[in-house]
């Protein structure tokens, strides 16, 4: 059975950066779908960023301009780079790969206060 497991998470300070990644252990030889969710207390799950294509994204509205997502070197890795980090991008993120299946991470905290 796949297993994916984020890391990169913690405690930055308003306007700092954090590195998000996940890599996927198991056997997965294709994809549909890479991407990045997150849910906040007392809210859905939401959005974040997602991957389908080398040149193709797709961003919430609220991480336009300061996440980029991206794949690593290996097929079954994820990367999710978070600039200019606000209190409201407080949540945890889940790292998701679209095969067959839907697989999920366990979630990895961001924290981001002063």
């Known amino acids: 059975q796949v297993q994916l497991v984020e890391s990169g998470g913690g405690l930055v300070q308003p306007g700092g950066s954090l590195r998000l990644s996940c890599a996927a252990t198991g056997t997965i030889f294709s994809y549909y779908t890479m991407g990045w969710y997150r849910q906040a207390p007392g809210e859905e799950r939401e959005l974040v960023a997602t991957?389908?294509?080398?040149?193709?994204?797709n961003y919430a509205e609220s991480a336009m301009g300061r996440f980029i997502i991206s794949r690593g070197h290996a097929k079954n890795t994820v990367y999710l780079q978070m600039d200019n980090l606000k209190p409201e991008d407080t949540a945890v993120y889940y790292c998701?790969?679209?095969?067959?299946?839907?697989?999920w991470g366990q979630g990895t905290q961001v924290t981001v206060s002063s």
């Open positions: 998701v790969f679209v095969t067959v299946q839907t697989y």
């Open positions: 991957l389908t294509h080398p040149e193709i994204a």
